[in-house]
């Protein structure tokens, strides 16, 4: 099954009051000619709290953020998504959860990560992204090295950064690309995922595809 048919699904539209608590947009249009007029991805922006997030960057339709928010009451969750179902999704399991220790903004988040303050993300994720690797295409790649720099200029010092994939290919080219950067240490593969399951995860494996992990620390 193409990747692109598990974004097939039918969702409400959350009510307009419900997306303005979850939900912050960031065109990439005004990330790109005057990024200055946006306001901050921060906690203190969010949440009115100053104290480090967790951010999971592609959250699809949030099951893995939702859940870690509700086991995890005093921390701060924010999660990255382009598409808009998927985001209705899953501002729709937070309010239904009562949750109010997580955000998600709509952006593309190779571009909204420059508004994210040096040192405010004490954790970051990156589960199941489209793995692209075919040199005609890579200008969609999720994982660029601009985007890994900026993964680790957000994250505290020591903080740890995640990746999750279904492609060996695209696990082999990112470790190769995290290593050579020299800006994380201590890489920790497995070939599964403690996490929590998404929605991704599910369907891969129930296809005999191991997840493969790489968890890595902010040198």
């Known amino acids: 099954m193409p990747r692109l048919k598990l974004k097939r699904f039918k969702v409400k539209r959350p009510a307009p009051d419900v997306l303005v608590h979850y939900v912050r947009v960031y065109p990439s249009k005004d990330l790109h000619h005057r990024p200055g007029d946006l306001p901050p991805i921060s906690p203190a922006a969010l949440f009115g709290l100053e104290r480090a997030m967790v951010i999971d960057l592609g959250c699809g339709r949030g099951e893995f953020i939702t859940a870690q928010a509700q086991e995890r009451p005093g921390e701060l969750f924010v999660g990255f998504e382009w598409h808009d179902k998927s985001i209705w999704d899953a501002v729709n399991r937070a309010h ?25 993300v004490s954790e970051a994720f990156m589960l199941f992204p489209p793995p692209i690797t075919r040199p005609n295409r890579l200008k969609n790649d999720p994982l660029p090295e601009p985007t890994l720099r900026e993964i680790h200029r957000a994250l505290l010092d020591g903080a740890v ?50 997840s493969q992990r790489l968890a890595c620390r902010k040198a």
Request: no cysteine.
């Open 96 to 120: 239904a959860a009562r949750l109010d220790n997580v955000r998600f903004i709509r952006a593309d988040f190779r571009r909204a990560l420059v508004k994210v303050p040096d040192r405010s």
């Open 161 to 210: 950064f995640t990746l999750v994939t279904d492609s060996p290919e695209y696990f082999q080219a990112k470790r190769a690309l995290i290593e050579r950067s020299g800006l994380f240490a201590d890489l920790e593969t497995s070939r599964a995922f403690e996490g929590g399951l998404t929605r991704f995860q599910r369907f891969w494996e129930g296809f005999d595809i191991a």
